[in-house]
């Protein structure tokens, strides 16, 4: 092989920095080890910058114990990682008699390398700089693309949560659930739930032109506006109470509900605007459906405990039912302990007691 081998210089707007941050950034995902970038980035900076440029000659002839004494490493792992990297094409060998590493740089002018015998980085310079540099370039344009996306879903989720219909926003939450994105990475999935989203806007804005009056009733259930927030969080919620006026009175704090309740319970309320009861009977009627709590039951619910006691059971059970498998209160068959504790409730007047006193509620009879 050629004592003289020379490169075609770096891209243009291109330094020995930026080689170094491309290799700490992509080495790993292009399969280098840690000692490859180590052994990679050592070798990067033992040269100089003008060795750089177009035409001349880019290489290291440092003796093997002195690498090895440089980075507190083994001769052998240092020549294991030279040879991964001369396979994977990043790194060439130049041959002397022996292996000996030798080299010779001029002492006057620009002071080139003459020839060397050694590693040279030609392969580094003219075929991976330039891959490493489309590779930034994709994901930058890839990321920034994300961005925008993002951008454009969470407009539409806040134009739907203004159209004030309970089933447009019930709807736009099973497309994405608690309107949050910060679990949706890939490009492909956020363009599907952009695309979701936009048709369900367009349909339920259609329908609001051609069924006005229908729309300002499935109205009366929207979730408050930004002013009705505001003045509902101004109000102390301990005066809320949940009560329920039916065979068994049991009296409870909304405050009590919201201290002790799941996260999903409390950040469904704030999408929905605000921590007030009727938000927190909204968000258990969205998350009953994750406990497979059947429209029938829930109906029955409503009408023999009150919206209010039936909300705070599901919101019980809903956070069992996020507690592990191995759990002894882990809920299991949602739909059936629903149903039971209903029953018990209707049964037994002090039921309800004993089971918000179990479960932190501290509910107390009235």
Known sequence: MSLTLTHNGLPEDTARADVLTLIDKFGPAAGLSGTDIKVLKHYVLKVRDDDFQKGRICAVWQRLPVTAQELDLNERAITRAENRLIKAGWLLKTNAPKSRRYGHREKTGDQR???????????????????LLQLAKEREEAKQELVVLQSDTKRLFGEIRLLSCSEALERAL????????????????????????????????????????EER?????KAPSR?????????????????????????ISLQRCLDHAHPDVLENMH???????????ETASLLRRQLR??????AQACQKLSRPIAATLASILYKNHQLPVEHSAHVKFGNACFDQLVRKAVAEPQFLSRLFFRNDFWGQPS
């Open 217 to 221: 009733h499935l109205g009366q259930t």
């Open 293 to 298: 709590i059947s429209d029938e039951n829930w």
């Open 227 to 251: 002013t009705d927030k505001m003045s509902a969080r101004s109000k102390t919620i301990q005066k809320t109470h949940i009560q329920n006026s039916r065979s068994s009175v049991v009296e």
């Open 113 to 131: 390398i003459a020839w060397t015998s050694g590693i040279n980085l030609q392969p580094l310079i003219d075929n991976k700089v330039p891959k």
């Open 174 to 213: 099973t497309i994405l659930p608690f309107g949050r994105l910060s679990r949706v990475r890939g490009i492909e999935q956020l363009n599907n739930i952009k695309t979701a989203l936009s048709s369900l806007l367009s349909f339920f804005k259609k329908r609001s032109v051609e069924n006005p009056v």
């Open 271 to 281: 999408i929905l605007g605000g921590y007030t009861l009727a938000n927190f009977i």
